[in-house]
Each structure stands twice: as C-alpha cells, then as structure tokens.
C-alpha cells in the first residue's frame, strides 16, 4: 500500500535519540522520511501539507502494555477498536498482554492477533511464558518469538514458581527479549481490595501490602542475576518496587520497568465511596509511594509509562467494589495525563517524556528505535500541547468505559499519527 506524501511544517520536533528539540520541517515521501530541516518549500505536487504550528511532533508513541481482549471477550474490545483508541490517544504501536480467551500461549493465537492488525496502529503481541497462564509448563515460547511474539508475559497473573520463571529468563537469552513480570505473591495480596493501610481499615475492605510487589520483584531481578537474562517490571506501583529495581540497575542487572499514569496521578484516595473504576491491580497506594513513582521516573529508575490498558465491560465493572474486576481503559487518556501531571507539573521535561512513551518502550521490545530516520517509513505523533479537553468516555474510540478519569480537565491531546507511512487521524479515520 502506498504511503503518504505529507509536508509537517513549522512543528516542534522531539526527537531525543538525534538531539533534536526545536522547530524543524519534516518531508515524507511515498511514506518514507525524506528530509528534515528548519525550513523546506515547494513540496512536490501531491503533498498534504499540515500547519504544526505551536504543535509538537515526536517519534511514534509506543504502548508497552496494554489489553485487547481479542480472541475471547471482544465484547470488551478488540484488535480493530484498540487500535482506533490507540490513534486517538497518539499511539503508533501497542504491544498486547496474552491474558485473552484462550490464551496467547502458541503460534497460532500470535498469528491470529497479527492478522487482525488494521494498519492504524502497529500491534505486537506478547506471548505468555507457561501454558494457559498455569504454574506447571512453559509455553512454547521459542515458536512464538519465530511467529511475532515480542516478549514473554503472564501478566494477570505472577509467574508463581521461581524454577519456571528462572527457566524462562534462562531460555529466553538466546532471543535476548524479555519477560515482562506481573509482580504479585499471591499469598501476600490473598483477597486483597485496595491498598493497605488505615483507609482500608476505615472502608471495610481487605488490604494488599506492598510488600506482595516488592517480594516478587526482588525475586525476579534476582533470577535475572542469575540467569543472565532480562526481566521488565510491569505496572511498578510503590515506593519498595522502585528502590528494587534502582539497586539492581546499580548491580548491573538486566532489568528495566514501566509505571501507568494512574500511579502517578493518583492515590487509594480515589476509592473512597467505594469507587470501583479505581480498582486496579496492583492497587493504588499512598501519596507517598505516588511522590516516590515519580521521582523513579525523574531519575531513570522506571524507564516507560505504559497504560495498562485494561477495558471492562459495564455489566462487569459497574458492580459492588469487591466484585468489580481490576483495571482501567487508558490508550486515549496517557498522553494527557502525562503531559498535565509531569510535563506541565515540571516532573520531566518534554524530551524525557518522549523517551518514556517512545524511545525506550521500542528499544526495550526492539520494535524499531524510537528516532526519525531519513530513509525509513514515517512514524511520527502530532499533539497539541496547549489543547484543553474533559474526559468523556462516552467519546471514547474503545468499546468499553471502565476510566476513573471521567470528567477530569487535561491538557494535550493527539492530532494525528502517521503509522508506517500511512496517516491515521485520531480514532483510526484515515
């Protein structure tokens, strides 16, 4: 299919890896990048030309984590509406977890993801590390990786044997992609509803310590020590998890982590009146480990934002607390979350931001590196900073709701993306 041919004029242009961060003109032919510069004029006859003034253009967003549903519950969502989600929230690519109906356990449910792809939006499965999500097998994750897989998960789920996640990590070097680890003892959050501590108590609900993250992650970056392999923390949620994986790094392990926005921006103070939208997993914890989640992200300890992107239906999730199911949509919020609460709050600058959210997912999953390259397809994101918008799940491109966000006033929002060359407006129209 061919590619555009698009003039970006007069953007500001973010690119870390080229140490670009001013405006700049950026010229894509047949959906290739074919020149970038402070000023370019007379375009060839055919090309679009877009006025970026006062907007900002990145290298493609990349989400790390995210939940399609598809095969199973595509009630919920599927490949073809988590795509449109993500172009409406500036996303080039995803990477989806395995937790769907059956399971991505084998090349087959690899091949069948990859074959719903639209071209909105890159998808990239992710394979679970044991059979049916189980503790006994490891899946064949060798014939996953040949079939697109681009990294191993059971995430919904800890991968609670250490012997099966020693040997995954082990297994995995010789394709040198890494597990992304769920961290969670379940004998630790056992029945757990919320973060412990005093407002649990006030509330009725049972705890979960933070301790049930920390245990597993010290584990994990143990057994990467040990097996020479790279582990990824997922959803890193509080203050004990960041200082793990900080002291890892400092012992040259091979570790890397990611946070969501909701870490970031709120507290178990969201679930006061027993709000179920804030049911998450791992939960949501005190303003101190939020203060000590950003500052992990300001220092380089947590190396991604990722959304986690979990959609639920209403019948589902608009329930009692206790019998609500964990997660939130958050493809089409991150960018304004981000933005809002760590750009514009002076947590990160603009060009640690796109690290975050562009560079080190894609260098981490080696799904292209992250830059604006002459000669290679276009993948850019086109955001306006100084947008002013509310949260309306009803506007939402996801087939599902489930945000505790709803009616939040944030700051940035997606233009458009270019995908592999192709141009993809906010919510997939092309």
Known sequence: MQGCNLLVKGGRVIDPLNGRDGVFDILIADGDIKQIAPR???PASGT???DAAGLVVTPGLCDMHVHLREPGREDEETVESGSRAAAAGGFTAVACMPNTQPVCDNQGIVRLVKSRQTGRCAVHPVGAVTKNLGDEELAEMGDMRLS???AFSNDGRPVASANLMRRALDYLR???VPVISHCEDLALSADGLMNEGPLATRLGLRGIPNAAEAVMAYRDVQLAALTGGRVHIA???CAETVEVVRQAKQRGTRVTAETCPHYCVLTEDAVIGYKEMARVNPPLRSEAD???VVEGLADGTIDCIASDHAPHSSEEKEVEFDQAPCGMVGLETSLALCWTHLVLAKVLTPSQLVEKMAVNPRAILKIGNGTMEI??????T?????ASWTVDPAAFQSKSRNTPFAGMTLSGRAVLTVVGGRVVRPGGRE
């Not at 000669?375 to 850019?380: C, E, K, R, S, T």
């Open 174 to 176: 010789m394709f040198d």
């Open 40 to 42: 370019i004029d007379n």
């Open 375 to 380: 000669g290679q397809p276009a993948d850019l």
């Open 382 to 386: 086109v955001f306006d900073p100084a």
């Open 148 to 150: 697109g897989a681009v």
């Open 290 to 292: 939020r203060r000590a």
């Open 48 to 50: 679009d030309v877009i």
């Open 235 to 237: 959803h890193v949620s």
